[in-house]
């Protein structure tokens, strides 16, 4: 009976510790490679929606000073849109009458990417504020 056991245990097939810890260094290297890249392209990501809804917001202005009687870009001084929890940007201002709602030129606010970032009004058109750079490229 024991030689019946001690030759099962000889047949046991599995890894030693040393294959072990060779899977384990591999995978602290591809995650080692990854974060950076996942980080930069987040950061370049965030990047790209800021700059589109500023894109956005001034084509919203600008049809909405060339179709509305009376409006101007002067309407629109002083307006800020912050990073709102909610999804939606805060506003510090008021916009123009029928500029903003179901039947304005935008439905709601944009809101900025993350915290800190802004879009602000300046003379004709919106400028994107506080936007930290974007990570390596590569």
């Known amino acids: 009976m024991l030689m019946k056991m001690r030759s099962k245990m000889q047949n046991q097939k599995g890894f030693t510790l040393v294959e072990l810890m060779v899977v384990v260094v ?9 974060v950076p890249v996942y980080n930069s392209v987040t950061d370049r990501a965030q990047k790209a929606a800021d ?8 084509g919203a202005v600008t049809a909405y000073v060339a179709t509305v009687e009376g409006a101007e870009y002067a309407n629109f001084n002083g307006l800020k849109i912050g990073y709102g929890t909610n999804g939606v940007g805060v506003l510090t201002g008021t916009w123009p009458n029928k500029f903003s709602g179901t039947d304005g030129f935008i439905e709601s606010n944009p809101n900025p990417s993350k915290s800190g970032v802004t879009y602000e009004f300046e003379g004709t058109k919106f400028v994107l504020k506080n936007q930290l750079p974007a990570g390596n490229d590569g």
Do not use: H, Q, W
């Open 26 to 34: 591999i995978l602290g290297i591809l995650v080692a490679i990854a």
């Open 51 to 58: 700059e589109a809804n500023v894109r956005t917001l001034n």
